[in-house]
């Protein structure tokens, strides 16, 4: 299974490797517009979401959008965990350890019966909701300490038949690409 998952990793990167960056942007766009009219997203007041990578959905522009109208929070790496905070503004955020990528500086978020709604990072996804991450493990510790709805997010080309699953994998509510809902 390690090989199967390290093989869809390897090739998924070099999919997103060929995406142009205008395109990876207005894919990123597409992806938000279609969230955005979502009643799940209309009606949640505590998001989480994830600053991204460059080589994932960009979500920098949607969470300084949407900052001021709902609480918006990150994840920031702590060791084997994920501790979350609220994004207050890109002058409070600061390089992470792990990958760095912008984490907020303000205090830990803890009140997870509050989150609505948790947009999902990851490699590679299936019709069935279930995910490939990184290999670390951060949001199959953290997703079951949570009660919102989940939605993987990601480019229609990370979308593939069927993610190698272990036995502690849960799978996500929902799967939103770029060309639409897939889950």
Request: include cysteine; glycine fraction near 8%.
């Amino acid at each position: 299974m390690n090989e199967e998952k390290k093989v869809m990793r390897r090739h998924i990167a070099q999919l997103k490797r060929s995406m142009a960056v205008a395109d990876a942007a207005a894919a990123s766009e597409r992806l938000f517009a279609m969230l955005e009219q979502s009643p799940r997203f209309q009606e949640a007041h505590t998001v989480l979401c994830y600053y991204s990578m460059p080589d994932e959905v960009g979500t920098h522009d949607f969470v300084e959008r949407w900052r001021t109208k709902k609480c918006i929070l990150l994840p920031v790496v702590k060791g084997d965990e994920l501790e979350l905070r609220r994004y207050t503004g890109p002058q409070d955020l600061q390089p992470g350890e792990r990958y760095h990528i912008g984490e907020p500086t303000g205090e830990p978020f803890t009140d997870y019966a509050s989150i609505d709604l948790t947009l999902v990072p990851g490699v590679a996804f299936d019709t069935e909701g279930n995910r490939l991450g990184r290999g670390k493990g951060y949001y199959d510790r953290l997703l079951p300490k949570l009660n919102s709805y989940n939605i993987g997010i990601a480019f229609d080309l990370q979308l593939v038949p069927r993610v190698p699953c272990e036995p502690f994998d849960r799978p996500l509510d929902a799967v939103l690409t770029d060309k639409g809902w897939a889950k």
